[in-house]
């Protein structure tokens, strides 16, 4: 998962080698998408609700490198302020196991 705001509902991931869900969330939107603009680190969690993950070898769940949700995705590195506050992200329902 490269950006957190897409809805991820009634998943199930199972048999990786590593994760089942892993968000990668680089500084700034990469490939052909590839934008400074774009700030997956600082983006707000669409959804995440009734998802699964099981018999993955390491997690069934990683978020890498960094995930601190912002009113200003690109303004995830500032102090937070009134003009720019952090925004809950809620994993709602998740079940993870061996």
Request: hydrophobic share 35%; with cysteine; net charge positive.
């Amino acid at each position: 998962i490269t950006h957190p705001t897409n809805y991820f509902t009634g998943n199930v991931a199972a048999g990786s080698e590593r994760y089942g869900f892993w968000f990668d969330l680089q500084p700034f939107a990469t490939g052909p998408s590839a934008s400074s603009a774009v700030c997956p680190p600082g983006a707000p969690l669409g959804s995440f609700a009734n998802n699964r993950a099981h018999s993955n070898g390491r997690y069934g769940l990683r978020i890498f490198n960094h995930w601190v949700p912002r009113a200003d995705p690109c303004g995830w590195r500032d102090p937070v302020t009134a003009a720019n506050p952090l925004v809950p992200a809620e994993l709602v329902n998740f079940t993870s196991y061996k």
